[in-house]
């Protein structure tokens, strides 16, 4: 289900500085802002990109205040496009699978979990199912590391969520509040 957002893009930390409001989808943040040292998220759930066009680190963030760049995970003051998360529900699925094309052992979540390896004997995730809502996957345990957004549709291979590697420690749903 699309669901309406609000963004604001502050240039200096504390939102402090020049800023920009988003409500929509912007492959191209550049023309608005040179440096993005805070944001207030106050309605949806987004997606930021370090480059244009939805490429690069991607950080999703919910509603909340983000007072530096370091509250969101960012490597740097790069936010060069944004997308507002689809399909954001409040009973959301997702399927793991050892190996490429849904094979191998798989594992059905409905709940954030922050060390994969305490329910999955694998350290790598190559396949994953979206039934329902939008997740999160971390890099590492305790939802840390690159961030990768998996929304409701199938992933046959990790580089089909953007991963450069199947390492997976972490993930969480996405959800409004």
């Not at 500085?17 to 759930?45: K, M, Q, W």
């Not at 994953?128 to 957004?149: D, H, I, M, S, T």
Request: charged share 25%.
């Amino acid at each position: 289900m699309d669901r309406a957002g609000k963004i604001v893009f502050y240039e200096d930390k504390n939102f402090q500085g020049r800023y920009y409001e988003c409500s929509s989808d912007c492959p191209e943040l550049n023309t608005h802002f040179s440096r993005c040292n805070s944001i207030r998220v106050e309605s949806g759930a987004w997606v930021l990109y370090e480059r244009p066009n939805y490429l690069g680190y991607q950080y999703i963030l919910i509603r909340g205040e983000y007072p530096d760049y370091q509250r969101w995970m960012g490597y740097n003051d790069s936010i060069r496009s944004c997308r507002l998360v689809r399909y954001v529900t409040s009973s959301p699925v997702i399927r793991i699978y050892e190996r490429a094309d849904f094979s191998g052992q798989m594992y059905e979540g409905t709940e954030d979990l922050s060390n994969i390896s305490e329910y999955w004997h694998f350290n790598e995730v190559h396949s994953a199912q979206v039934k329902e809502g939008a997740w999160v996957f971390y890099e590492l345990p305790n939802y840390r590391g690159r961030q990768y957004l998996l929304e409701r549709g199938e992933y046959r291979r990790y580089t089909e969520w953007a991963a450069m590697n199947p390492n997976v420690g972490s993930f969480r749903r996405v959800v409004n509040y």
